[in-house]
């Protein structure tokens, strides 16, 4: 049985060129609000996300711009926020790959330098 299972909206801010391939752009997601699609995990959102939030109900969506929400390791006034890369080629989108030794794309010294396979258009 899954322990959490949510949904996350946001925005992407584009910061230019990455190097890795012609072509290929450095890009921020920024998280701004979440969904939970499990009672389970909005249960545990009711009992450790309390403060500046509604009740947490399935589906129901809610703001985490700038709250403190701990599920993510957030303080008030913090943004979750990954470092990544984008490159389109042909009907490709290739994504950055994940760094092998675990480390988040949590500042832009972790944005990856290399490319996982790509998703393909139908």
């Known amino acids: 049985m899954p322990l959490a299972r949510i949904a996350i909206t ?3 801010s ?8 012609e072509g290929a752009q450095k890009m921020n997601f920024t998280a701004d609000e979440v969904i939970p699609l499990i009672q389970g995990f909005a249960d545990i959102l009711n009992q450790i996300a309390v403060s500046g939030y509604d009740k947490w ?8 711009f700038g709250k403190s929400f701990l599920p ?4 008030e ?4 926020k990954e470092y ?7 009907d490709m989108l290739f994504w950055g790959a994940r760094n092998a030794e675990g480390r988040g794309f949590d500042t832009e ?7 996982q396979i790509p998703l393909t258009r139908k």
């Open 14 to 21: 584009w910061e230019g060129d990455q190097p890795i391939a």
């Open 72 to 75: 993510f390791g957030l303080a």
């Open 109 to 115: 010294e972790n944005r990856p330098t290399n490319l």
């Open 77 to 80: 006034g913090q943004h979750f």
């Open 84 to 90: 990544d890369l984008i490159y389109l080629f042909k």
């Open 57 to 64: 109900e399935v589906g129901k969506v809610q703001s985490i």
């Open 10 to 12: 946001g925005h992407i």
